[in-house]
């Protein structure tokens, strides 16, 4: 990764002023800050308050609260390009700003970044011995009493309220009904009827607990974090886990001199810019990996979810030799370029005993020699005992991405976990997923190995809940995904409409239409796109297939055309020469009218469309696959059923 940066001006004053600003660089965003009665920042957009005064503070163990006095403020503007070397979003990401740093007499310093699409701040300490966080104080006071679509904690009956999966479906509410009892988590969206919304979410967390807020009055949400853990024991059953049995007085213990999360606030009154922002990704830490060309993304396969229900084989179906060598042979004749072995293949507790019907070193080389990778599933507390020999054996096995799974916390000690694995990983050139895990947070740029993650409601979901509906898969864009890439896993094959779902374990279907499903893959972001569907029914839509397995997982250009939070979404993205669209809907369904194609530039383009079907509002596997002939003038027409889809693939010719 590089960074190229252009410092447009720079200057430093000795302070006599008790209020500071900086601007976007379109001057239509504000950050104010101010040290009266502790130090304040409050938000104007286009000369509006949105965010009146609201209090921050670090409260440092031993350290004076006495009032704080500011010593010196400096400004500087900065023009730079990232270049993202596992592009999600887009290969060149501009990063342009405008900063204020007010050093303050506590040995604390408060930087604030103000972007044309939104805003962060964050502390830096300045002491020579370690410290202890008490807490931090981060309250955002509201102008109006706005509506928050948020996902909240289900709290388990066994463990504390930090505990979760982040797995949880969103809710709608006025601000003024979210109370101290209500544990939100973000990305979470605060949602005016006109004007700004604003995103709210954090950046570049490593050694420190992550970020949930409380309701604390009418028109406002305040900050929580999860103290860090006193004693743990672990919790047996199907998948071990550690649960914390209780915690200290403080949320971090840490080094003196350190950079802070950012506090992120991602701006916008276009509901397609809350899905195409890269704010996140720009505000944290640089690449700890020098050599990245091991990294190869590309789509897998995982049996997981469809439990392995397998028809028209000549083998008993299940965790061996012979499913998982027929999974291979999908993937190769689809385009695939690995396969997941999940839950099974060897014991919970101990990775080196592996499935008696699985026989590794004759799987790995069938895989080798069909030129396709294997990916293995692992248990949190598993990997992190036998991490270095674990690893060790995964190379052996051609093994090139891993999933760990069951961390379900986001304390210090658990953030510590992540970068641990990451590291670790880099080292032995394995990429890494996580699942029951908290959102991205930037994590990837810094270990870009880190491929993506769950923290996210996904497909697994449909086989005992009713939870993954359009609506909801209609969220995610706008909200889930402004915090980096997430594993849904799409692409169940036995599709339902609203009235004809039912979860069911062993035939599993997914609400909504299949093209619904198709798009997941291009309007989701995920450097590796995981499919779930039943290889036997894929074996038997050559075309459909053809058309899934040819879609990138990274990208060097993405627009998002159109799109309503909640509704529908309209998402164009460019490999190379190709340019693929994709759009989804909710339950509602949705017309759409002369899209215009002036993004493909000059030259005709191969169109292979994938469109709902005449009769996918009754039957939701209907589908129809057309081809014609495109150019940047024309114009595009999407008709899409009730959670419907489309999808299109535009090869230059």
């Known amino acids: 990764m590089k960074q190229l940066a252009l410092l447009l001006c720079f200057y430093a004053c000795t302070v006599t002023y008790a209020q500071h600003s900086v601007f976007s660089p379109d001057n239509k965003i504000e950050i104010r800050f101010s040290n009266t009665g502790g130090i304040n920042f409050s938000v104007y957009t286009e000369g509006k308050i949105i965010i009146p005064p609201s209090?921050?503070?670090?409260?440092?163990?031993?350290?004076?609260?006495?009032?704080?006095?500011?010593?010196?403020?400096?400004?500087?503007?900065?023009?730079?390009?990232?270049?993202?070397?596992?592009?999600?979003?887009?290969?060149?990401?501009k990063d342009h700003f405008n900063a204020l740093r007010i050093t303050l007499d506590n040995g604390l310093t408060l930087e604030c970044r103000a972007y044309d699409d939104g805003l962060a701040w964050r502390w830096e300490s300045n002491f020579k011995d370690s410290i202890i966080i008490k807490n931090e104080i981060y309250s955002i006071q509201f102008s109006e009493n706005f509506p928050v679509i948020y996902p909240e904690v289900e709290v388990r009956p066994d463990t504390d309220s930090f505990h979760t999966s982040?797995?949880?479906?969103?809710?709608?509410?006025?601000?003024?009904?979210?109370?101290?009892?209500?544990?939100?988590?973000?990305?979470l969206l605060v949602a005016p009827v006109n004007g700004y919304k604003m995103l709210i979410t954090e950046s570049d967390v490593e050694e420190y607990p992550g970020i949930f807020f409380r309701g604390s009055s009418a028109q406002s949400l305040e900050a929580c974090f999860a103290k860090y853990p006193d004693e743990e024991f672990t919790r047996e059953g199907e998948f071990p886990q550690s649960i914390v049995k209780s915690r200290k007085d403080f949320i971090a213990k840490t080094k003196g001199r350190r950079t802070f999360p950012w506090r992120v606030i991602i701006l916008s009154k276009k509901d397609t810019t809350l899905a195409s922002s890269d704010l996140v990704y720009r505000l944290a830490s640089p690449s700890r990996i020098s050599d990245i060309s091991w990294i190869n993304p590309g789509q897998g396969t995982d049996e997981w979810i469809i439990g392995i229900s397998l028809f028209n084989v000549p083998f008993k179906a299940g965790i061996n030799t012979a499913t998982y060598k027929?999974?291979?042979?999908?993937?190769?004749?689809?385009?695939?370029?690995?396969?997941?072995?999940?839950?099974?293949?060897?014991?919970?507790?101990?990775?080196?005993?592996?499935?008696?019907?699985?026989?590794?070193?004759?799987?790995?080389?069938?895989?080798?020699?069909?030129?396709?990778?294997?990916?293995?599933?692992?248990?949190?507390?598993?990997?992190?005992?036998?991490?270095?020999?674990?690893?060790?054996?995964?190379?052996?096995?051609?093994?090139?991405?891993?999933?760990?799974?069951?961390?379900?916390?986001?304390?210090?000690?658990?953030?510590?976990?992540?970068?641990?694995?990451?590291?670790?990983?880099?080292r032995?050139?394995?990429?890494?997923?996580?699942?029951?895990?908290?959102?991205?947070?930037?994590?990837?740029?810094?270990?870009?190995?880190?491929?993506?993650?769950?923290?996210?409601?996904g497909s697994e979901y449909n086989i005992w809940s009713n939870k993954a509906t359009p609506d909801h898969d209609l969220l995610l864009p706008f909200i889930r995904m402004a915090a980096g890439p997430m594993d849904y896993e799409p692409g169940l094959l036995d599709n339902a409409t609203q009235q004809t779902f039912?979860?069911?374990?062993?035939?599993?279907?997914?609400?909504?239409?299949?093209?619904?499903?198709?798009?997941?893959?291009?309007v989701y972001e995920s450097q590796i796109q995981i499919f779930s569907g039943n290889p036997s029914q894929g074996l038997m839509e050559p075309e459909f297939m053809e058309l899934l397995g040819s879609i990138p997982t990274t990208w060097d250009e993405t627009i998002v055309l159109d799109g309503?939070?909640?509704?529908?979404?309209?998402?164009?993205?460019?490999?190379?020469?190709?340019?693929?669209?994709?759009?989804?809907?909710?339950?509602?369904?949705?017309?759409?009218?002369?899209?215009?194609?002036?993004?493909?530039?000059?030259?005709?383009?191969?169109?292979?469309?994938?469109?709902?079907g005449v009769n996918a509002n009754i039957n939701a596997i209907d589908y129809s696959i057309s081809k014609k002939t495109l150019t940047g003038n024309d114009f595009l027409n999407i008709n899409m059923a009730k959670g419907g889809g489309w999808l299109i693939r535009l090869r230059k010719i």
Request: aromatic share 10%; net charge positive; with cysteine.
């Open 166 to 187: 982040f797995e949880d479906p969103y809710k709608r509410k006025s601000l003024d009904s979210i109370t101290d009892k209500n544990l939100l988590y973000t990305p």
């Open 564 to 612: 309503a939070v909640g509704e529908y979404i309209v998402t164009a993205r460019r490999k190379g020469d190709d340019w693929f669209v994709g759009a989804m809907s909710g339950w509602l369904g949705k017309q759409i009218e002369n899209i215009s194609l002036t993004f493909l530039g000059k030259g005709k383009f191969e169109a292979t469309i994938c469109s709902d």
């Open 326 to 426: 027929y999974y291979v042979d999908f993937a190769k004749k689809n385009g695939l370029e690995r396969i997941m072995l999940d839950a099974g293949w060897s014991d919970y507790k101990d990775l080196f005993k592996i499935n008696p019907d699985l026989n590794m070193d004759e799987l790995a080389a069938y895989a080798k020699n069909q030129g396709i990778k294997l990916s293995m599933w692992t248990l949190a507390m598993t990997l992190d005992k036998q991490l270095e020999p674990a690893l060790e054996q995964f190379n052996k096995w051609g093994v090139d991405f891993i999933m760990t799974d069951f961390m379900d916390r986001d304390d210090q000690k658990m953030v510590q976990f992540y970068h641990r694995i990451a590291e670790a990983c880099a």
């Open 55 to 93: 209090p921050v503070k670090l409260i440092i163990e031993g350290k004076s609260s006495s009032p704080i006095k500011i010593k010196s403020v400096s400004k500087k503007t900065v023009n730079t390009v990232i270049e993202n070397p596992v592009p999600e979003r887009r290969k060149i990401i």
């Open 428 to 457: 032995n050139k394995i990429m890494v997923m996580y699942h029951g895990a908290f959102k991205t947070a930037g994590f990837n740029r810094t270990w870009p190995n880190a491929i993506t993650r769950e923290g996210v409601l």
């Open 502 to 522: 039912r979860p069911i374990s062993g035939k599993v279907m997914s609400q909504g239409t299949r093209c619904h499903q198709l798009a997941m893959f291009l």
